[in-house]
């Protein structure tokens, strides 16, 4: 097997030409050519996901994230990032990302946390290109719910210990909003577009006063976007049966924010 291979299959699925102009997925270090022999998936690159594939005799990582966003000037192992990359380097370990191309792939991130929430009538809230691909998504409940109840089944099917939320409605909402990840500028849009809810993660301070009959809720940036692994995982896995394939065992562990007092 080939780096590529992987790489090939996960391009199939998240073409990277459609990855926001910011963005820098794919192949970050390594060759296309290289052999591999096992692939870890996680959610950021980080220097204990490459020691954990070094010690399960993996010579690549997949993750959401990607390692490198910009130019990097120093590379040292006081930083996480550059300490990622001597570890990478050092152990012969490829590193790739999918991030905003599967961010606007219907099988990805938002459409994830829309099956998650059983939604129904579902469609991209952004839609590009033909209307296939594009960020976030929308839908309705399968019920419509008040705001209190949406927030406790929110909180339910994504097993969340606290969600930041504008004012509860008390009107029955069904039209509902996704973006996974920082999606604080669509706020607008999704509101425009008809929602009564928008769930996405970093939600700024003043984004919290919503207008009569919509509601905001952050659930956190990593809770967000989480489930995109086991989506990774799975589509290695289909194209390869017989291919040595693992989900980071550390992955429930490894969200940066921590919540303390609840």
């Known amino acids: 097997m080939r780096v590529g291979d992987i790489a090939e299959v996960l391009e199939q699925f998240a ?94 991130v938002s459409g994830a946390m829309a099956r998650r929430l059983e939604l129904r009538n579902v469609s991209i809230l952004v839609p590009e290109e033909d209307g296939s691909v594009g960020l976030g998504c929308q839908g309705e409940f399968p019920e419509p719910l008040n705001g209190m109840e949406a927030l406790s089944y929110v909180k339910e099917k994504f097993g969340l210990s606290v969600i930041r939320s504008s004012k509860p409605l008390e009107t029955p909402i069904r039209r509902v909003a996704l973006l996974g990840g920082s999606g604080g500028g669509e706020i607008g849009l999704a509101r425009s577009r008809g929602a009564q809810l928008y769930i996405t993660a970093d939600v700024s301070y003043h984004n919290f006063f919503t207008p009569e009959g919509f509601m905001v809720m952050d659930i956190g940036h990593f809770e967000s976007e989480v489930e995109i692994v086991d989506v990774f995982l799975a589509e290695i896995r289909k194209n390869f049966p017989n291919f040595a394939s693992y989900k980071s065992a550390v992955l429930d562990r490894s969200n940066p924010v921590h919540y303390f007092g609840l």
Request: hydrophobic share 45%.
């Open 15 to 108: 073409p990277l030409r459609i990855q926001e102009d910011w963005d820098n997925s794919g192949l970050l270090i390594g060759s296309p050519d290289d052999s591999v022999h096992g692939v870890l998936v996680g959610f950021d690159c980080t220097p204990e996901l490459i020691e954990e594939a070094v010690e399960k005799g993996c010579d690549m990582v997949v993750t959401h994230h990607p390692l490198i966003f910009k130019g990097i000037r120093r590379i040292h192992a006081e930083d996480p990032v550059g300490a990622a990359v001597m570890l990478a380097v050092r152990h012969g370990v490829a590193v790739y990302a999918a991030h905003t191309s599967a961010d606007k792939v219907m099988a990805g």
